[in-house]
């Protein structure tokens, strides 16, 4: 599955990955992310709408970099609030398409309480 899949569609105990309490997220990767899984989930949850069906959300603002750059609020995105110039934008939005499209297994580890995204690198 994409990572943007695995932060909106996996839950533990009915909550979100990111809202689960007493659960930390770990990644297992090679090449690194643009931007924590924290501040992704919170990028997806202010963009899609919470229960959804896939067709009735625009997917847009996971995959198309100029769409994103063009509609989407900047100061309201929690990895950083310096975004305002168009070049700043395109390269956060360029990011952001390549972090959420990575392919990733999911592992929940109840002993751990952990979260574990193994990414396919």
């Not at 989930?41 to 229960?51: M, N, T």
């Not at 989407?72 to 609030?81: C, H, L, M, Q, R």
């Not at 309480?113 to 690198?121: I, K, P, T």
């Amino acid at each position: 599955m994409k990572l943007y899949q695995a932060l909106t569609q996996v839950t533990i105990n009915d909550a979100m990955v990111d809202d689960a309490p007493n659960f930390t997220i770990t990644t297992d990767l090679i090449a690194p992310l643009h931007f924590t899984p924290s501040e992704l989930y919170h990028y997806i949850d202010s963009v899609l709408k919470p229960g959804s069906r896939h067709d009735q959300n625009n997917l847009s603002f996971v995959t198309d970099a100029s769409f994103i750059a063009e509609n989407y609020d900047f100061a309201v995105f929690a990895a950083e609030s310096k975004f305002f110039d168009f070049e700043t934008k395109m390269k956060a939005a360029r990011n952001i398409v390549t972090d959420l499209n990575r392919h990733v297994s999911v592992n929940i580890d109840c002993k751990l309480r952990e979260y574990q995204l193994q990414f396919v690198d």
